[in-house]
């Protein structure tokens, strides 16, 4: 089953702009990551934060975490058309497994 | 080691046979899972294996589908009397310890129930 919603389901913007997703969970977390996938492929990580960690940044991208919220989001800045993929994030609690959001579709045009 | 690998790629297969997948993890991954992904999804979590041990299994796998991890190194999933519902990517990832690292995923097997 999914943990949870990632909030858009699809976004769609100008290369130099800033992408931002949204994911909400519902149990409690070790941490949570979040994966991107191009089309038909397998999953690549992008990046890791705990449960006790609000925000960590690599690169272009910049993650935060609310526990008190069950939420997290993944900004892309100064996004590139080789950053058009699928977006997921992902749970780790107590189960030792990765459990997933529904995604978001992000699209960026030339 | 060039990552985790999945074989085949591709399946298509008539309704009633039996499929199998193989995932070779990376070698000093003790963890490997297998996930299945459909159309505009997530990756719904199906099996997991720490070494040869098969730890957890979800729901959604039917006594239809069967893995193994024989000798805590590749592992295979069977899909005995397939459905046109099994039509979906399946996704084998592994990892060391999900709570301080991430998982490695494979490029995946779609299979197609016709």
């Not at chain 1, 999953?43 to 925000?55: A, G, Y």
């Not at chain 1, 989001?73 to 058009?84: G, V, Y």
């Not at chain 2, 490997?32 to 199906?46: A, D, I, K, S, V």
Request: aromatic share 8%; hydrophobic share 30%; with cysteine.
């Amino acid at each position: 089953s999914q943990q949870g919603e990632e909030d858009p389901q699809a976004l769609s913007i100008q290369e130099g702009e800033n992408a931002t997703m949204n994911c909400s969970y519902k149990t409690s977390i070790n941490n949570l990551q979040w994966y991107r996938q191009n089309s038909g492929r397998g999953l690549v990580h992008l990046i890791l934060i705990r449960s006790n960690e609000r925000e960590k940044h690599s690169g272009r991208l910049r993650v935060t975490l609310d526990t008190s919220k069950k939420s997290s989001s993944l900004l892309i800045t100064a996004s590139r058309a080789a950053d058009t993929a699928s977006y997921f994030c992902a749970t780790v609690g107590g189960g030792n497994k990765l459990t997933f959001g529904t995604g978001t579709q992000l699209k960026v045009e030339l | 080691d060039t990552g985790v690998s999945q074989d085949p790629r591709h399946k298509i297969t008539k309704r009633g046979q039996n499929v199998t997948f193989r995932c070779d993890p990376i070698s000093e991954h003790n963890r490997l899972y297998w996930y299945r992904q459909t159309l505009g999804q997530g990756p719904e979590f199906l099996t997991y294996f720490q070494n040869e041990a098969q730890l957890e299994k979800s729901r959604l796998l039917s006594d239809r589908f069967s893995a193994e991890r024989p000798k805590g190194s590749f592992s295979t999933l069977e899909i005995q009397r397939t459905e046109q519902g099994d039509s979906a990517m399946y996704l084998c990832a592994s990892s060391i310890q999900l709570e301080n690292t991430e998982a490695f995923f494979g490029q995946g097997t779609r299979l197609t129930v016709v």
